[in-house]
C-alpha cells in the first residue's frame, strides 16, 4: 500500500554543501517516486543555493529557505507543516550529515502500513554504533537512558530517522511540540506516544559521519538536558494531552 501513497522526504541542511550531491542521489536511488523537501536555514556554505539548482532541474526536489540558523527541531516542525498542507499521507524524516543512509528509507516503507509512526532504532542490534566516536557513542546512549527513565519512552527517542503516516495522525499533535533544537524529537515522539498513536521500531546501522560537522555544541547540550529536565516536571502526572 505504501507505494501507492504520495511519499515526501524531509532533510533539513545547514552547512551542507559538500553532501548535497549525495543526499539526494541515494533518496531518488532509493525511493524514485517520493518527493524531497530540504529546509534550509540560510547556509553560509551556499547549501540553498546548490539546493536551488537542483531544484530547478528535477520536479521532485523542493527548498525551503529561512531566514536564519533557527533550530533542527523548527525545521523539522516547518517541514511536517508544509507535508500536511500539500497533503502528503507519508513523510520520511532523516539527517543530512551521512548519519542516516538513504537505502533504509525502503524499510520504512514497507511497515507503513502497520503503524502511525516508525522509529530508525540504534538500541536495537549490537554495534549498531561501532563506527562512532566514544563521545558521540556516550552523548547518545546518555540520552537514550534519560528519555527512558523521566519521559516513560521506551523508543530510541533522539534519533531523526523516522517515518510518519500523517493520514492517521492528528496535525495539532505537532503543533503542540515547542522545542526549536534537538529536543524536538523526544518531545514530539512523546506527544505521539501518550496520546495513543502507534510507533514501531526498526533496527539501523549508523555509520561514521561522512560529510559536515557536528551541530550539537556544549552549549546546546546544556539547553537540551535543562529542556527535558522541565519538561519531563511539566509531563509526569499527565497522561493525553490533545
Given at each position: 500500500?505504501?507505494?501507492?501513497?504520495?511519499?515526501?522526504?524531509?532533510?533539513?541542511?545547514?552547512n551542507e554543501?559538500?553532501?548535497?550531491?549525495?543526499i539526494?542521489?541515494?533518496i531518488l536511488?532509493?525511493?524514485?517516486?517520493?518527493?524531497?523537501?530540504f529546509?534550509?536555514?540560510?547556509?553560509?556554505?551556499?547549501?540553498?543555493?546548490?539546493?536551488?539548482?537542483?531544484?530547478?532541474?528535477?520536479?521532485?526536489?523542493?527548498?525551503?529557505?529561512?531566514p536564519?540558523?533557527?533550530?533542527?527541531?523548527?525545521?523539522?516542525?516547518?517541514?511536517?507543516a508544509w507535508?500536511?498542507?500539500?497533503?502528503?499521507?507519508?513523510?520520511?524524516t532523516?539527517?543530512?550529515?551521512g548519519?542516516?543512509?538513504?537505502?533504509?528509507?525502503?524499510?520504512?516503507?514497507e511497515?507503513?502500513?502497520?503503524?502511525?509512526?516508525?522509529?530508525?532504532?540504534?538500541f536495537?542490534?549490537?554495534?549498531?554504533?561501532?563506527?562512532?566516536?566514544?563521545?558521540?557513542?556516550?552523548?547518545?546512549?546518555?540520552?537514550?537512558?534519560?528519555?527512558?527513565?523521566?519521559?516513560?519512552?521506551?523508543?530510541d527517542?533522539?534519533?531523526?530517522?523516522?517515518?510518519?503516516r500523517?493520514?492517521?495522525?492528528?496535525?495539532?499533535?505537532?503543533?503542540m511540540?515547542?522545542?526549536?533544537?534537538?529536543?524536538f524529537?523526544?518531545?514530539?515522539?512523546?506527544?505521539?506516544?501518550?496520546?495513543?498513536?502507534?510507533?514501531?521500531?526498526?533496527?539501523?546501522?549508523?555509520?561514521?559521519r561522512?560529510?559536515?560537522?557536528?551541530?550539537?555544541?556544549?552549549?546546546?547540550?546544556i539547553?537540551e538536558?535543562?529542556f527535558?529536565?522541565?519538561?519531563?516536571?511539566?509531563?509526569?502526572?499527565?497522561?493525553?494531552q490533545?
Open positions: 500500500m505504501s507505494g501507492a501513497l504520495r511519499t515526501l522526504v524531509l532533510v533539513p541542511t545547514y554543501i559538500d553532501n548535497v550531491d549525495s539526494i542521489a541515494g536511488d532509493a525511493a524514485p517516486e517520493a518527493d524531497l523537501l529546509v534550509d536555514d540560510n547556509s553560509p556554505d551556499g547549501t540553498g543555493d546548490k539546493l536551488d539548482a537542483h531544484a530547478a532541474a528535477d520536479e521532485r526536489i523542493r527548498v525551503l529557505h529561512r536564519g540558523k533557527l533550530g533542527v527541531g523548527s525545521a523539522h516542525g516547518d517541514g511536517i507535508a500536511y498542507e500539500q497533503g502528503y499521507p507519508l513523510l520520511v532523516l539527517d543530512s550529515d548519519s542516516h543512509t538513504p537505502a533504509d528509507i525502503p524499510r520504512f516503507l511497515l507503513a502500513d502497520r503503524g502511525e509512526v516508525v522509529v530508525g532504532s540504534r536495537i542490534e549490537r554495534n549498531s554504533l561501532d563506527e562512532w566516536v566514544w563521545t558521540r557513542k556516550l552523548m547518545t546512549h546518555l540520552g537514550h537512558v534519560l528519555t527512558r527513565l523521566l519521559l516513560g519512552l521506551p523508543y527517542a533522539t534519533g531523526g530517522f523516522r517515518l510518519y500523517l493520514d492517521r495522525i492528528p496535525q495539532g499533535l505537532f503543533r511540540v515547542e522545542s526549536p533544537g534537538y529536543s524529537f523526544y518531545e514530539s515522539l512523546h506527544r505521539l506516544h501518550v496520546n495513543g498513536v502507534h510507533i514501531l521500531e526498526l533496527p539501523i546501522r549508523l555509520p561514521a561522512t560529510y559536515g560537522d557536528s551541530k550539537l555544541r556544549p552549549g546546546d547540550v539547553r538536558a535543562s527535558l529536565f522541565r519538561f519531563a516536571l511539566r509531563t509526569r502526572f499527565r497522561r493525553r490533545f
